[in-house]
């Protein structure tokens, strides 16, 4: 019997070997690798029983643990789930498109409150002033914006190290910029549990780079201990970065 071989199902080899590698770089960056591997070990042994043995009662039992499982799975991972939708439905072609329209002005503006904030840290370095501040970019961090408290301010300098100055009662938490602004301070992030993280790295660097694993926020961390500067972006971490490299990654990402 002769098999026929188009162009639609390239098509479809090409649209789920897509998904495959959306869903694996999902779990890696959330650190549930093993469970890709697990589930995609699953679903080979559902195939093989069901569609090419023709292993009826396997396959029907089968059948019902994916059905149950596909369910545990949307409540598992809802939110990195929602992630995934938005950065499908959101990769930067729209936000690139209205740039055209927009003013000079703008743009230095951004760059402005961008220097605003490597100035601070870089203070905050020399002083070994610990901080952490997470900017949001698609995926909005409402949920975490409401464990702090409300500032709503301007982005400046003095203003980011009396929040972070050791006597202040929000320095222990972090600070989320959003849409220009200093939304809230004193904010609770969910932490990596991450084993491959060096010890010397404290609970600062742990919740910054648990929260690069749930959404797609660049983390900014100065160490209490050490003064040193790292970045915390698609889950994975970035120590000993000078003043010029923080400007570079922060100008390139909230572009």
């Known amino acids: 019997m002769m098999i026929s071989f188009g162009i639609k199902d390239v098509i479809d080899i090409l649209l789920v070997a897509l998904l495959l590698f959306y869903v694996y770089r999902l779990m890696r960056n959330s650190g549930s690798l093993s469970l890709f591997f697990g589930v995609l070990a699953f679903i080979a042994v559902w195939v093989l029983a069901y569609e090419i043995f023709d292993m009826r009662l396997t396959g029907s039992i089968l059948d019902k643990f994916m059905s149950i499982g596909l369910i545990v799975l949307v409540i598992l991972f809802q939110d990195q789930i929602k992630r995934f939708l938005i950065e499908i439905g959101a990769q930067g072609r729209l936000r690139q498109f209205k740039k055209l329209f927009r003013h000079q002005n703008t ?149």
């Open 107 to 255: 743009s230095d503006s951004d760059h402005a409150e961008i220097m605003n904030v490597v100035y601070a840290c870089m203070s905050m370095s020399k002083s070994k002033t610990g901080a952490l501040i997470v900017f949001q970019r698609k995926v909005p961090l409402t949920d975490f914006e409401k464990t702090g408290d409300i500032i709503d301010a301007n982005i400046n300098v003095r203003l980011i190290e009396n929040i972070f100055f050791k006597n202040s009662p929000l320095h222990d938490g972090a600070m989320i910029i959003a849409g220009h602004r200093i939304v809230s301070a004193g904010c609770i992030l969910p932490v990596s549990h991450d084993m491959n993280i060096p010890k010397n790295l404290g609970l600062r660097h742990r919740a910054a780079l648990g929260m690069s694993q749930e959404t797609d926020a660049i983390c900014v961390i100065v160490s209490e201990e050490t003064g040193g500067i790292s970045v915390a972006r698609d889950g994975s971490l970035e120590v000993k970065v000078s003043g010029l490299d923080l400007e570079r990654i922060l100008s390139e990402a909230l572009k």
